[in-house]
């Protein structure tokens, strides 16, 4: 087997000349699948027995807390694979993609506080999976940060890679703490998205806005890669020639 | 350089350097302090409370002492001298840990027994708690040296490895404060102190490589 | 002392930030020889040596040594190798002795006293390293030269801050290893008088 694409895969040359048209037509793609999928979930797909209109949340809480915990797992193996094979474009990988897990965690914590109000009667119970996502939340913002202080960008990027591994390799005891911590205090008995056997009419809106809003989030990183490189081969002539080409 | 010459080097610089270590105890103490006179000196609420505010005080103090572990040897170049010196950086800097963690966590052990009677914890978790802080304390060290080599080179660092830091330990918090509330409800306990062997275990597998990684990143 | 060890360069490409120090830099340094480093202010002299010594790492290139590649894992240069930085790992808090018995647990005590009064340093052995001045703290960290065994020095402008006599002390003691078949490589501004010494000049 060749490994020819893993090293181009590295070079961020090659990833921006290929990649250069994917993130506008992904990120449309992704905002139909998901307004299509918020539209049918919140107007049309039939109201819940138990909880009313109000489960109509997990049709943006499910989807982000989904892309949360994705974001964080790709930011783990980027970390990885940035350690072992020291490959150019891990580092980038990373600075694109945790504010943008950061902002899903940010939204799935809106969400399920909005729907905790008229399920539990407050904006915030210490339930398994809010509590999960918040420490999420948190390892985000270690890394936005320390990105952010560190000057050296080499220590900033291997930095960012150590935390992400770390991460990843404590993201599931973290989960496992919080829940078995959650059964000791037993906070709430009603647990968002953990519904039995949903009907299809509802599970298919939700499936939809997952998928749209996973390819949202790949149009957004991949714009927001390429705007990485572009900054951070400024010296490369390639760079050079693409600016002034696109820009005249 | 040998390892034992370099173990021996750092146990006495921290010994002269004594009052760096009393004040991490001193803050631990004060951090317990905040408890009864910030939320409430009652009995009934300290005494099933008294397992978490220790852990909470020492996650802090600990933090605290770790955060500038290696400050001095990056300002005076010994930083760079344990990279080049052909030993094991890995291993070199597990015996800092071990030193850092036995000067830290005797004088802790030491106090618990007045703080945890001023807290009214329960006497027969009292030895929970002791175990708790045997098994669950070598991964804060362990975790937080990552850290702490990552944010060697700012001159403000603390907040940031804190920020950073913090996050990590909370599954250690989850189990050692839970093994303490099993065994005041005579509750089995044993399985989260295996859970917090276990952690730390995991962080002896890993800290020392990260650690190295990180040191050898920050000193350039 | 040994037979003739090589320690070869090539093809190296070191870049600090967004520069480039050096690319392409090929040369050979062989027992017996002295290589002088020099350069303007921010040229790349400090980057070279730590480079070499493995404390930072190249872009691009090969280091050899004794017929090995130690590009990737520099063990076998620095178990042979003493690098003294600007800042030269002295602990502060530690005493003259208590220092140079960190870096040389095995040196005697005759052994050790015999080199610091080499150094006329002996009557501080027993003082903290903060209450030295710079000089003072300087033949401390080159007293590990008298102590060392090792055959490569990478030495980074090892003759700052000493006095006319430290110099000339030094010199002395670097004549005297690559007599006896060491290798020397050293940043300075200073003119070597006793010393046949190659040049290698960085440029910006
Ligand atoms: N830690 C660092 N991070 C980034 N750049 C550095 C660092 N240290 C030095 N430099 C840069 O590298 C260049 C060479 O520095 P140095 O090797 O110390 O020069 P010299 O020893 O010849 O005076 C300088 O331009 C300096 O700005
Ligand atoms: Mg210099």
Same mark, same amino acid.
């Given at each position: 087997?060749?490994?020819?694409?893993?090293?181009?895969? +590295?070079?961020?040359?090659?990833?921006?000349?290929?990649?250069?048209?994917?993130?506008?037509?992904?990120?449309?793609?992704?905002?139909?699948?998901?307004?299509?999928?918020?539209?049918?979930?919140?107007?049309?797909?039939?109201?819940?027995?138990?909880?009313?209109?109000?489960?109509?949340?997990?049709?943006?809480?499910?989807?982000?807390?989904?892309?949360?915990?994705?974001?964080?797992?790709?930011?783990?193996?980027? +970390?990885?694979?940035?350690?072992?094979?020291?490959?150019?474009?891990?580092?980038?990988?990373?600075?694109?993609?945790?504010?943008?897990?950061?902002?899903?965690?940010?939204?799935?914590?809106?969400? +399920?506080?909005?729907?905790?109000?008229?399920?539990?009667?407050?904006?915030?119970?210490?339930?398994?999976?809010?509590?999960?996502?918040?420490?999420?939340?948190?390892?985000?913002?270690?890394?936005?940060?320390?990105?952010?202080?560190?000057?050296?960008?080499?220590?900033?990027?291997?930095?960012?890679?150590?935390?992400?591994?770390?991460?990843?390799?404590?993201?599931?005891?973290?989960?496992?703490?919080?829940?078995?911590?959650?059964?000791?205090?037993?906070?709430?008995?009603?647990?968002?998205?953990?519904?039995?056997?949903?009907?299809?009419?509802?599970?298919?809106?939700?499936?939809?806005?997952?998928?749209?809003?996973?390819?949202?989030?790949?149009?957004?990183?991949?714009?927001?890669?390429?705007?990485?490189?572009?900054?951070?081969?400024?010296?490369?002539?390639?760079?050079?020639?693409?600016?002034?080409?696109? +820009?005249? | 350089?040998? %390892?034992?010459?370099?173990?021996?080097?750092?146990?006495?610089?921290?010994?002269?350097?004594?009052?760096?270590?009393?004040?991490?105890?001193?803050?631990?103490? &004060?951090?317990?302090?905040?408890?009864?006179?910030?939320?409430?000196?009652?009995?009934?609420?300290?005494?099933?409370?008294?397992?978490?505010?220790?852990?909470? *005080?020492? =996650?802090?103090?600990?933090?605290?002492?770790?955060?500038?572990?290696?400050?001095?040897?990056?300002?005076?170049?010994?930083?760079?001298?344990?990279?080049?010196?052909?030993?094991?950086?890995?291993?070199?800097?597990?015996?800092?840990?071990?030193?850092?963690?036995? =000067?830290?966590?005797?004088?802790?052990?030491?106090?618990?027994?007045?703080?945890?009677?001023?807290? %009214?914890?329960?006497?027969?978790?009292?030895?929970?708690?002791?175990? &708790?802080?045997? =098994?669950?304390?070598?991964?804060?060290?362990?975790? /937080? *040296?990552?850290?702490?080599?990552?944010?060697?080179?700012?001159?403000? /660092?603390?907040?940031?490895?804190?920020?950073?830091?913090?996050?990590? %330990?909370?599954?250690?918090?989850?189990?050692?404060? /839970?093994?303490?509330?099993?065994?005041?409800? /005579?509750?089995? %306990?044993?399985?989260?102190?295996?859970?917090?062997? *276990?952690?730390?275990?995991?962080?002896?597998?890993?800290?020392?490589?990260? &650690?190295?990684?990180?040191?050898?990143?920050?000193?350039? | 002392?040994? $037979?003739?060890?090589?320690?070869?360069?090539?093809?190296?490409?070191?870049?600090?930030?967004?520069?480039?120090?050096?690319?392409?830099?090929?040369?050979?340094?062989? $027992?017996?020889?002295?290589?002088?480093?020099?350069?303007?202010?921010?040229?790349?002299?400090?980057?070279?040596?730590?480079?070499?010594?493995?404390?930072?790492?190249?872009?691009?290139?090969?280091?050899?040594?004794?017929?090995?590649?130690?590009?990737?894992?520099?063990?076998?240069?620095?178990?042979?190798?003493?690098?003294?930085?600007? $800042?030269?790992?002295?602990?502060?808090?530690?005493?003259?002795?208590?220092?140079?018995?960190?870096?040389?647990?095995?040196?005697?005590?005759?052994?050790?006293?015999?080199?610091?009064?080499?150094?006329?340093?002996?009557?501080?052995?027993?003082?903290?390293?903060?209450?030295?001045?710079?000089?003072?703290?300087?033949?401390?960290?080159?007293?590990?030269?008298?102590? $060392?065994?090792?055959?490569?020095?990478?030495?980074?402008?090892?003759?700052?801050?000493?006095?006319?006599?430290?110099?000339?002390?030094?010199?002395?003691?670097?004549?005297?290893?690559?007599?006896?078949?060491?290798?020397?490589?050293?940043?300075?501004?200073?003119?070597?008088?006793?010393?046949?010494?190659?040049?290698?000049?960085?440029?910006?």
């Amino acid at each position: 087997m060749s490994w020819a694409w893993f090293h181009k895969l +590295g070079s961020p040359r090659w990833f921006f000349l290929w990649t250069k048209s994917w993130a506008l037509p992904l990120f449309c793609l992704g905002m139909v699948c998901l307004l299509l999928g918020l539209v049918w979930g919140l107007a049309f797909a039939p109201t819940d027995y138990q909880q009313g209109n109000s489960y109509r949340i997990i049709y943006i809480h499910v989807p982000a807390a989904l892309l949360a915990q994705s974001c964080y797992l790709s930011l783990g193996i980027a +970390g990885f694979v940035f350690l072992v094979w020291r490959m150019k474009m891990a580092p980038i990988f990373i600075n694109a993609v945790a504010p943008i897990g950061a902002v899903m965690a940010l939204m799935a914590l809106v969400s +399920g506080a909005i729907w905790g109000k008229p399920t539990w009667g407050t904006w915030w119970v210490w339930d398994a999976r809010l509590t999960s996502v918040l420490v999420l939340f948190l390892l985000y913002m270690g890394i936005i940060a320390i990105q952010n202080t560190l000057e050296d960008i080499v220590l900033a990027d291997k930095a960012a890679a150590l935390i992400s591994v770390l991460g990843l390799i404590n993201l599931p005891i973290i989960k496992y703490s919080v829940e078995w911590w959650n059964t000791l205090h037993q906070a709430a008995t009603f647990t968002l998205t953990e519904k039995p056997a949903m009907p299809v009419e509802m599970w298919m809106p939700l499936l939809i806005s997952v998928i749209g809003l996973y390819l949202v989030v790949a149009g957004l990183a991949l714009w927001r890669m390429q705007s990485y490189i572009l900054e951070r081969e400024h010296r490369a002539s390639w760079v050079k020639q693409e600016v002034v080409g696109d +820009g005249l | 350089m040998t %390892y034992f010459s370099y173990f021996k080097a750092e146990f006495l610089v921290l010994l002269r350097r004594k009052q760096d270590v009393i004040n991490a105890l001193l803050f631990f103490i &004060t951090v317990i302090v905040l408890f009864p006179l910030g939320v409430s000196p009652s009995p009934i609420f300290l005494a099933p409370a008294a397992g978490g505010i220790i852990w909470c *005080a020492l =996650v802090l103090a600990i933090l605290m002492a770790i955060e500038s572990m290696f400050k001095e040897d990056y300002n005076d170049g010994s930083l760079e001298q344990l990279v080049v010196s052909g030993l094991s950086l890995p291993l070199l800097v597990l015996l800092k840990i071990l030193v850092l963690w036995s =000067v830290i966590v005797i004088p802790l052990l030491l106090m618990l027994p007045l703080l945890s009677a001023m807290l %009214y914890l329960p006497e027969g978790s009292f030895w929970v708690l002791v175990a &708790t802080l045997l =098994v669950g304390s070598p991964s804060l060290f362990l975790i /937080g *040296a990552i850290g702490s080599a990552l944010t060697v080179s700012l001159k403000q /660092g603390a907040m940031l490895m804190l920020l950073v830091i913090l996050p990590f %330990y909370l599954p250690v918090v989850v189990f050692a404060t /839970g093994a303490i509330k099993a065994a005041q409800e /005579g509750l089995p %306990y044993s399985g989260l102190l295996a859970m917090l062997l *276990a952690i730390s275990l995991l962080s002896l597998v890993l800290s020392p490589v990260m &650690t190295a990684i990180s040191v050898k990143a920050s000193v350039n | 002392m040994q $037979s003739i060890v090589s320690l070869t360069i090539s093809d190296l490409w070191i870049e600090r930030g967004d520069r480039d120090l050096c690319k392409g830099l090929f040369f050979e340094l062989k $027992s017996g020889q002295v290589m002088r480093v020099l350069g303007e202010n921010g040229a790349g002299k400090s980057s070279l040596l730590k480079v070499i010594a493995g404390v930072i790492a190249p872009l691009e290139g090969q280091i050899q040594y004794a017929g090995q590649d130690v590009t990737h894992d520099r063990k076998i240069l620095q178990q042979d190798a003493i690098y003294i930085g600007h $800042s030269a790992g002295i602990k502060s808090v530690l005493t003259v002795e208590e220092n140079l018995r960190r870096y040389y647990p095995s040196a005697s005590a005759d052994e050790l006293e015999a080199v610091l009064d080499n150094l006329s340093i002996l009557d501080l052995a027993d003082t903290p390293a903060k209450k030295l001045s710079a000089g003072q703290t300087r033949r401390v960290a080159l007293a590990r030269l008298w102590l $060392s065994k090792k055959n490569v020095w990478l030495l980074d402008e090892p003759f700052a801050a000493l006095d006319i006599k430290g110099i000339a002390l030094l010199e002395s003691h670097i004549e005297q290893h690559v007599l006896a078949g060491g290798l020397v490589m050293l940043t300075t501004h200073q003119d070597l008088h006793s010393i046949q010494s190659y040049d290698l000049v960085l440029s910006p």
